[in-house]
């Protein structure tokens, strides 16, 4: 029996059928080569097609103009170099079953003038963009009618490039800045009202079809309710949605929620674990009537079964599972083969966003094959020799490294000393919204159970222990305990991040909490007290809080904090507590003036920092054929570890994640993963 009937039925649209109703929706992920999709670029989404998804969307914001700056490393679409590339990826999409779209923009104001080719932006006024500051030139009628072919020239390399279809991205872009009253205060034919204001979209879309033909797609992906002070009000975005549908170019509407426009719009716009799921779903269902259309959404359908309630009950006929499918190209194989507890979950953390905007490429926070399916993919070959194998420590690293060790064979044995596996990860999942977390430690403790490791919680070892052991191969993934040691005085004042998480404490009066890591530690700690506290003060070492995070997450924090009333103070590092009575006084250094400033506090709590653990490391390094040594050459190519520096050596000894160097979750898994497969 089909447990999804809804995600897993077929669909037909302008005469092409999607084997089921599952797509992942265009984004950039930063693996472009010259403004093509090169071969990164392609294996992508050919693991996605393999995997059974219906229809994957590539192509994020890719740009039809020379004038719409690229800044998230976008395809270009406005000349026909990219015509050959387009047809290799449809072929590799195409013979594993799945449709292909590519999405088609121009970004209007919504760029900088200062990279790429130095051309200013341009919009429908001159209104300063918030998110990158740039100040367009409002575009002339003649400048409108030239952007209006530009696109219909994408749409026609498009179907040359043998896609399915094209989308046309709305949303803050050109599109959508002639749509909002936020960025257009024209006084001609495309400014005033609705209609006019929608005037340059219809344009847009009669362009693409004219150009493209009439068996390919158009979508049209757009802000149905810009949730903002003088924006598009959703009684705005049903009725664009309802000209669309009478219009009769577009197939598809893909619904977007929020305004992007912000740092906190755009948080909102791809709303990750601190939302609930479906945020947009009943809005979704608004324009899915008032179009008539075939409608798409992805906003937090963020696991089979809420995707498929979005499709069973009618809100939309094709449930976005993008972040998802990062987290596990093979979803719809699983399902299909009765393996859902199998799936990846995607715990919404915001890692892959976070890079996108940070101007790196996207990477899974734990699935490290995504991005890396060329060199890196999910299939484990087995060892020649199978061997045995002890992995110390069962935190992300060490279960993932004993996962792959028992993939490829050998005799697996994990210790870890607490009662439960997970280390850090279950400390972040204490912390106000992010309990999802859990999800990564869950599918990991799945897996290892799965590919049969002897799991063994309680157990401290040292390193006599596992040299009595007879193990091929020892792994060391001990972690890290908290830095204790920056203040200059009264540390014994101080509690830190780890055990106020661990304790679960509520503290009453006026807590101080200190970060000198820009990470979530410390933020998730002041977030989770800050209903409790009578009163909180964040202060940090650098110029804002959360230095080291991304736009899906700081402002999640920032909103929840001044809501709360809490103060945060940046450029300020601990240097000291001293104890008055049953009070304290924390010590802070301004970074730039030097002075000593005074708080006082009921309590003070520091983030500063991960310090490793690798005492049984120590222990075993003499005792070890590889002298505990790396080959980086070897580890970076994915290439067998042939190091013996000790021929009296009988196990080969590696250490892995936090023991090594503290890092976060990612690099902890890379690190297992690339080393013990070759193992």
């Known amino acids: 029996m089909n447990a999804y009937p809804g995600l897993l039925s077929p669909i037909t649209i302008r005469g092409r059928t999607f084997r089921n109703r599952v797509f992942s929706s265009a984004h950039a992920p930063g693996y472009a080569v010259d403004g093509l999709p090169g071969e990164r670029y392609q294996a992508y989404h050919e693991a996605k097609a393999r995997g059974g998804i219906g229809l994957t969307m590539f192509g994020g914001s890719s740009n039809v103009s020379r004038d719409s700056g690229s800044i998230y490393g976008q395809i270009y679409v406005g000349n026909d170099r990219v015509i050959p590339a387009f047809r290799e990826l449809s072929s590799r999409v195409h013979r594993h079953g799945a449709g292909l779209m590519c999405q088609i923009t121009h970004m209007g104001r919504r760029t900088t003038w200062d990279s790429g080719d130095w051309l200013p932006t341009r919009g429908p006024s001159a209104f300063r963009d918030p998110a990158h500051h740039s100040v367009p030139y409002a575009l002339s009628s003649r400048e409108i009618a030239r952007i209006v072919r530009d ?237 045995r194998a002890v992995v110390v420590g069962g935190g992300p690293a060490g279960m993932e490294a004993a996962r792959v060790l028992a993939l490829r064979g050998h005799a697996v044995t994990l210790f870890e000393a607490a009662t439960r596996p997970g280390g850090q990860i279950l400390l972040a999942a204490a912390a106000s919204w992010r309990r999802d977390m859990i999800g990564i430690v869950d599918w990991l403790a799945g897996e290892v159970d799965h590919a049969g490791v002897d799991v063994r919680t309680g157990v401290f070892v040292e390193g006599d222990d596992v040299a009595r052991l007879d193990a091929d191969i020892v792994i060391v993934a001990t972690g890290g305990v908290p830095e204790t040691g920056l203040a200059e005085s009264g540390g014994e004042h101080v509690m830190t991040v780890w055990d106020a998480l661990a304790t679960g404490r509520r503290p009453t009066g006026h807590v101080v909490i200190t970060d000198v890591t820009g990470g979530h530690g410390a933020l998730s700690l002041a977030d989770t007290l800050a209903g409790s506290a009578d009163n909180l003060t964040f202060v940090t070492a650098d110029r804002h809080a959360g230095r080291a995070l991304g736009v899906q997450n700081v402002p999640v924090y920032l909103r929840n904090l001044a809501s709360a009333g809490a103060a945060i103070l940046t450029d300020r590092a601990l240097v000291g507590v001293n104890r008055q009575g049953n009070r304290f006084v924390a010590r802070l250094r301004h970074a730039y003036t030097r002075r000593i400033e005074d708080l006082d506090a009921d309590m003070v709590i520091a983030d500063s920092g991960v310090r490793s653990v690798s005492d049984v490391f120590d222990d075993l390094r003499d005792r070890s054929a590889n002298l505990g040594e790396v080959d980086h050459e070897a580890l970076v190519a994915i290439a067998p570890q042939k190091l013996m520096a000790n021929a009296e050596g009988t196990f080969r000894l590696f250490r892995i994640g936090d023991a090594l160097a503290p890092r976060d979750i990612h690099a902890a898994l890379l690190d297992a993963n690339r080393l013990c497969r070759v193992l």
């Open 151 to 387: 696109f219909g020239d994408a749409a026609r390399r498009c179907r040359e490039g043998g896609l399915d279809g094209v989308e046309i991205l709305a949303s803050t872009h050109l599109v959508g800045q002639f749509l909002s009253p936020l960025s257009n205060d024209r006084r001609d034919a495309y400014g005033g009202d609705l209609s006019n204001r929608a005037r340059f979209l219809f344009e847009v879309l009669e362009a693409c079809r004219t150009s493209a033909g009439d068996d390919i797609l158009v979508s049209v992906r757009f802000n149905a309710d810009e949730s903002n002070e003088n924006g598009l009000a959703a009684e705005e975005g049903i009725a664009i949605a309802r000209m669309i549908g009478r219009h009769g170019v577009a197939d598809i509407v893909n619904v977007n929620g929020a305004y992007g426009g912000t740092d906190m719009g755009l948080t909102e716009t791809m709303p990750g674990m601190a939302w609930p799921v479906a945020p947009y779903i009943e809005l979704a269902g608004r324009v899915r009537e008032a179009s008539g259309l075939v409608t798409l959404q992805a906003a937090r359908l963020a696991d089979p079964a809420t995707a498929d309630w979005a499709v069973s009950q009618g809100y939309v006929d094709m449930a976005g599972m993008t972040r998802p499918h990062m987290a596990d190209p093979d979803i719809i194989n699983k399902l299909a083969r009765g393996e859902a507890e199998r799936i990846r979950p995607c715990v919404g953390a915001g890692y892959c966003l976070d890079r996108i905007y940070g101007g790196r490429d996207v990477l899974c926070q734990h699935n490290v094959s995504t991005g890396r399916e060329s060199w890196l993919g999910p299939e484990i070959a087995r060892a020649a020799v199978p061997g």
